[in-house]
Every structure is written in structure tokens, then in C-alpha cells.
């Protein structure tokens, strides 16, 4: 008894002593500093950075966007990070430190730089380290010199009103709707890139006239979008913004009309539709599926230089998955509003709201499609991507991608578009390491799929060329099968096509849609097919 009030009272001076946990304090972004202070943002590719910055911009903030973060930023933030953070966060938050040292290398003091810059990230809860990366961003910069630098979140799921007016940065409908626009075209024009990039004849042609255009929409957009902020202005809406917003994205955008000036440039960027290139779909982590820097080993670019054509997973399908998300959670907790009127109308309006904003989404993109050639793919159906994984990862299951991976192996495979699915993540990222796991049954009842997990570890980067190599040269293999058995079951030969694009070039623009055969995944071979008949003719 004696020992029991020892350890009971020792227990209760513990306690007492507690300092609880207490978030980073730091100076707010404050409206009359929005002239001379910068808002800093980067982690997407060169093109989603740009355009997103370009949408900011127009509404009249000063804006930079940093450089793709390499390696020497992944070193930089493990030495002010805590360990056993992802990939993700020590190249970010390296990335930004870095910048900021160039800053006082270039004479600014660290007081200056806190009044004249912040850094604008995107937040998140759940599961997944993810929703940790703003404390962890406000610790490293304390541990690098720069405490007190302001860090600025925007909530994936908070809404199109974040802030108001008294904030230094509004985080409104015009803000959030920018931002999207910006995603969905640097979607559209890096899937054009990457499916038209390994077959052209002219080296550099993809890139010189894609260079040519996003200069143009980033004018084009921060013009739109300061457009958009005057008007809001002068007839002083504020009621229903949001669908007085959408209705004029729909009806007029200067954008469009640049997309429309260049599809006669890009249709005529010439390619060769007979080279033998694998088909891989990339999957995995968000970032590490999305950067094109040293947080993936500059993956995208290896491949190209492989023979490889890569298909990318749109920043917009995300946004998607995450309105499927919100429809699933109003459903399952349908039973129990039972016969609450106010709740069942709150209910249906939120379900209508979704549904009109996936259709938006999906209208918009397929819009845009049109532009450039329809080559980049339709987003994705989430709805069935959950199907497909139904019965190996449950899609109530939270973190990281849930179960798109699983899905997306499956879609890929099943429907003959993808030779090899190569996911790729950040070291320790736990839902994708369950997804791995998940995925020895999935190729098991799929073994015609070639799928090939890599750990992007900073270190690791010859193990994973060299697993990379042994995988792709197995769906090269699978590659040249069948684009010999075309061969042989057209009577074809690669000269005798050849001379017949000789003399007919417009076969060879970029603007000729390769129809797909049934149960043909290389482009080459369903090119062949394609000409055997037009030949025929």
C-alpha cells in the first residue's frame, strides 16, 4: 500500500511537470504587407508551378516559385528535419531552406527575409506523415536560423473559403478556382508531352513548341485572373461568386483561345509511330509519382532516354478521388440521418454539389482535350477504380493513395494500355507499402502483369536503374512480340510502311489518332494494324 501512494504520487508530480505540445508561433501575413511581400510555392512539376503561380499572380500578389528540388535539398532537409520524415518532406522543406540561404548570400539579413517572403503549402489530415509537414517546416526553419518565418496552409478539403479579407493572402473562390485551372492545363500539357516526346523525328520540336505555349497561357491566365478580380470588384459580387465564377470559366477565357492558336502547331510536330516503345504506367506516393527531380531519380526523363513511353497520373484525378471520397462519406452515413428533413436536404444538396463539381471537372478537361489533338488521356473513373480494387484493398481504407494503386495496376493491365506498372515512393511510406503488399495477390491473379515497386531513397538510385533495367527489358520483350506477330499477321513490313509514309505525311503528324486494337498495347503495333487496312484501301 505503502509503495502504491509512492508510485501514485510520483505519478501525480510527473504530471504536474507536463509542458504540452504547443504549435510554432509566428507573425501573421497581414493586408498591407501583400505589396511588398513574396508568397514562395514549388512541389509540383515546372509547368503546374508556373501556371499556379501565374493564377496567384493575377490576383495581384508577388509570387516566386522555387527551382525542382535535387539532391543536395534532400540533404539539406534531413539536417534540420526531425528523422523518419518521407522523401517528400526533407526535399521540400530542403529546397525552401536553400533558397533562403541564397537569399542571405545575396546581402538580405534573416529579418528581412521574414517580413518579405512566406511559403505557401498544401495540408492535410489522416493517416499519412503528410498531415505532420507543417510543423515540421515551421521546426526546420527555427533549426536553420529562420524562426518565425511564416508558413501559410491551404486544407485540401476546408472549402472555396479559407480566409477572408483581413488575411494577407484570401484564400477564396477565385483563389482555389485559379488554382485548379492552373493544375488542369499543366495536366494536359505534360500528358501531351510525355505521349508524343519519344516519337518525334525532329529532336526538340515537343519541347520548343510546348515552351512556346505555356508562356502564353501564364500570361494568358494571370491576365484572366486580374480580370476576373476587377469585375468581382466593380459589381461587388459576393453572393454566389463561386457560380458567377464557374458560369464565366465556362463562357469566356483568354486561354482558350491560345490552346486553339496552337493546335496547328502542334499537329504538325512530326512523329514516328513505328518505334518500339514500352508502354509504363507510373503509380505510387503523390509526390514522388509527380516530381521531376532527384525525389523520383529524375525518373521520367531515364525512361525516355530508355525507349520508354511513360503514362502520368494528372494532379486533377486527385481532385477527383478526392469528391468520390466526400460522395462515399455522405453515403455511408446515410441511414443515419434517418427522418431528419434538414439533414436528408443537406444530404442531397451536398451529394448534387459533388456530382456537379466531377462533371465540371470532366467537362473541362475533355474541353481542353480537344486542343491538343485528344492524345492526352480522359481522367480517370473513380467509381470503377473502386470496383476494381473492391476485392483486394478496401477503398475506406485512408492514407497516401488508398487504393488507387491497386486500382490503377488492374485498370492498366486489364485493359491492355500499359506494358509495366512501375510505382514509385518515398522509404518508410506506409500506404504504399501496404499497397505492395496487396499487390503479390494482384499479380498472382494478373500474371501478365509486370509490376515493379522502387523505394526512393537519396541513396538508392543505381539499385533502382538497375532493378528498372531488368523489369523493362522484360516488357520490351513483351513489346517486340507483338509488334512482330503485327507484322506477320498484316503481310507488312516496317520498309514497305515507311514508303507509304513517304508519300503520305499526314499519317505522320502528331494529329493522327492511333486507334487502339483489341488486346494490343504498343503504339507501333496498333499502328500497323491501322495501316494494313488504310493500305489495303
Known amino acids: 500500500m505503502h509503495l502504491y501512494h509512492e508510485h501514485g504520487n510520483l505519478n501525480s508530480q510527473i504530471q504536474n511537470k507536463i509542458n504540452h505540445y504547443k504549435i510554432f508561433k509566428e507573425l501573421p501575413f497581414l493586408p498591407e504587407e501583400r505589396e511588398t511581400t ?47 520524415m518521407c522523401n517528400p518532406a526533407y526535399f521540400t522543406i530542403g529546397n525552401l531552406i536553400q533558397f533562403l540561404f541564397q537569399l542571405t548570400q545575396k546581402g538580405l539579413s534573416k529579418q528581412e527575409i521574414l ?8 495540408g492535410a489530415c489522416g493517416p499519412c506523415r503528410f498531415g505532420m509537414y507543417e510543423n515540421e517546416y515551421r521546426l526546420a526553419l527555427r533549426n536553420a536560423g529562420f524562426e518565425g518565418f511564416r508558413v501559410l496552409v491551404f486544407q485540401q478539403v476546408s472549402g472555396f473559403k479559407q480566409t477572408d479579407e483581413n488575411s494577407g493572402l484570401v484564400m477564396n473562390e477565385e483563389f482555389f478556382l485559379g488554382i485548379i485551372k492552373a493544375i488542369l492545363i499543366a495536366d494536359l500539357l505534360n500528358d501531351f508531352y510525355y505521349k508524343v516526346k519519344p516519337y518525334e523525328i525532329l529532336q526538340g520540336e515537343t519541347d520548343s513548341i510546348l515552351d512556346k505555349l505555356i508562356k502564353d497561357i501564364y500570361k494568358d491566365l494571370k491576365s484572366e485572373q486580374g480580370l476576373l478580380k476587377n469585375l468581382l470588384k466593380i459589381y461587388k459580387i459576393q453572393d454566389n461568386k463561386l457560380y458567377f465564377l464557374i458560369l464565366r470559366e465556362l463562357l469566356v477565357n483568354k486561354y482558350r483561345r491560345t490552346l486553339s492558336f496552337a493546335t496547328s502547331e ?22 514522388a509519382q509527380t516530381t ?10 531515364y525512361l525516355l532516354n530508355e525507349g520508354a513511353e511513360i503514362i502520368i497520373e494528372p494532379i486533377t484525378n486527385w481532385l477527383l478521388y478526392l469528391l468520390f471520397d466526400a460522395n462515399q462519406y455522405l453515403t455511408d452515413r446515410r441511414k443515419i440521418i434517418n427522418d431528419n428533413f434538414s439533414k436528408k436536404v443537406s444530404y442531397y444538396k451536398n451529394r448534387l454539389l459533388i456530382k456537379f463539381g466531377e462533371r465540371l471537372i470532366n467537362y473541362t478537361y475533355n474541353k481542353f482535350r480537344k486542343y491538343l489533338l485528344n492524345i492526352p488521356e480522359k481522367l480517370s473513373d473513380q467509381y470503377l477504380l473502386a470496383s476494381l480494387a473492391d476485392a483486394y484493398y478496401n477503398s475506406h481504407a485512408k492514407g497516401g493513395e ?20 512501375l510505382s514509385v515512393k518515398p522509404f518508410g511510406c506506409l500506404p504504399s507499402t501496404q499497397s505492395d503488399g496487396v499487390q503479390a495477390l494482384v499479380t498472382a491473379k494478373y500474371p501478365e502483369m509486370i509490376f515493379l515497386p522502387i523505394e526512393t531513397s537519396a541513396e538508392g538510385e543505381i539499385n533502382a536503374y538497375s532493378r528498372l533495367q531488368m523489369a523493362l527489358s522484360e516488357a520490351k520483350q513483351k513489346c517486340n512480340l507483338e509488334i512482330e506477330y503485327a507484322y506477320e499477321k498484316t503481310n507488312l513490313t516496317k520498309e514497305k510502311i ?40
Open 38 to 84: 513574396t508568397i514562395l510555392l514549388g512541389g509540383f512539376t515546372m509547368k503546374h508551378d508556373l501556371l499556379v503561380r501565374a493564377a496567384i499572380e493575377g490576383l495581384g500578389y508577388k509570387v516566386q516559385h522555387l527551382p525542382t528540388p535535387q539532391i543536395q535539398a534532400y540533404h539539406t532537409g534531413r539536417e534540420f528535419c526531425n528523422n523518419g
Open 115 to 122: 517580413k518579405d517572403y512566406v511559403f505557401l503549402t498544401v
Open 266 to 287: 502542334l499537329k504538325k510536330i512530326k512523329v514516328d509511330n513505328l518505334r518500339e516503345m514500352p508502354i509504363v504506367k507510373i503509380t505510387g506516393e503523390f509526390w
Open 292 to 301: 521531376e527531380g532527384d525525389g523520383n531519380f529524375k525518373i521520367f526523363k
Open 402 to 421: 488508398g487504393h488507387l494503386e491497386v486500382a490503377k495496376s488492374i485498370y492498366y493491365t486489364k485493359n491492355y494500355l500499359a506494358h509495366m506498372i
Open 498 to 537: 515507311q514508303n507509304f509514309l513517304y508519300k503520305n505525311p499526314e499519317f505522320m503528324q502528331a494529329g493522327f489518332k492511333v486507334k487502339k486494337h483489341p488486346g494490343i498495347i504498343s503504339r507501333a503495333a496498333n499502328f500497323i494494324y491501322q495501316m494494313s487496312n488504310i493500305i489495303k484501301e
